[in-house]
């Protein structure tokens, strides 16, 4: 696994470089299959990214008709309550720009039955990736899995304490989250792992203790769970700024 970790002045250049690689990898992903498969994460920091994305700068440089969306983890809500991921996504981006509607694969987080959610989000993942032999090591290979970090070490809705964060055979799981009081729906560190470029994307001063943990301190992926994130064969690119940075003692500037 090949690890970098780049350290951004603010947000805006952090967004400006993701969206930077996400264009020179859907470019490379659709020469070399006719498609670019991407799991887009949740909560507010990519909210700069995938509005710069479907902005004047980057739109025309975006195969929109040929990238496909999936969610690494998504809350147990509605498609249009206001903590919903892929609304965050729909309004910021997918709304401004040409994306089929058959590229676009929630998760069905309306159905009151988490777990079940979970298991019909891994058939889709199933059947997609099958039917476009996009499998690798018998698992969905995304060509780019975006990921965030919570200030406790959670990445995707992998939280610390969780049975999903040593999930080891199912590829989405719907882990109930404690300090929520909810249930999540998560790819496991199974389909994470297997992607082709992983992309955590993180910032604010809260996350600099945590980030040092998990960079640079003792392993204990239950304590924190982006630990846990290791491609098997992909790239590991970790995009922080200065603030969340502070306290890292190797970094690139
Ligand atoms: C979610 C995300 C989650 C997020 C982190 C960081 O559903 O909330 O997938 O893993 O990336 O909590 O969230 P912020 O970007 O809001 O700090």
Redesign the pocket.
């Known amino acids: 696994m090949s690890r970098e970790i780049r350290v951004f002045a603010d947000a805006h250049d952090m967004s400006r470089a993701a969206a930077d690689v996400m264009v020179r990898l859907a470019g490379e992903a659709v020469q070399a299959r006719g498609l670019f498969v991407v799991a887009l994460?949740?909560?507010?920091?990519?909210k700069t990214l995938y509005m710069l994305l479907a902005g004047h700068t980057y739109r025309h440089s975006v195969p929109w008709e040929k990238v496909h969306f999936f969610w690494?983890?998504?809350?147990h809500v509605p498609p249009d309550h206001n903590d919903c991921?892929y609304r965050m996504a729909r309004e910021t981006m997918l709304s401004k720009v040409e994306v089929p509607a058959g590229n676009i694969h929630r998760v069905r987080s309306e159905n009151p039955d988490a777990r079940q959610a979970a298991e019909d989000y891994e058939t889709e993942l199933r059947e997609f990736f099958t039917a476009n032999n996009l499998l690798a090591n018998g698992l969905p290979r995304f060509d780019l899995v975006l990921?965030?970090?919570?200030?406790d070490g959670?990445?995707?809705?992998?939280f610390p304490g969780t049975h999903a964060v040593r999930e080891r055979e199912r590829w989405v799981a719907a882990p109930w989250v404690d300090k929520f009081h909810t249930y999540?729906v998560?790819l496991t560190p199974l389909v994470l792992n297997n992607a082709a470029c992983i992309l955590f994307?993180?910032?604010?001063e809260e996350?600099a203790e945590t980030l040092r943990a998990v960079l640079e301190g003792a392993e204990e992926s239950d304590r924190y769970p982006a630990q846990v994130i290791r491609p098997t064969g992909g790239v590991l690119c970790w995009m922080v700024d200065r603030a969340a940075a502070k306290l890292l003692t190797s970094s690139k500037q």
Not at 72 to 75: F, T, V
Not at 154 to 158: F, I, M, R, V
């Open positions: 994460a949740g909560g507010s920091s990519p690494g983890d998504e809350r991921n990921l965030g970090m919570g200030p959670h990445t995707a809705s992998l999540r998560t994307f993180v910032g604010g996350k």
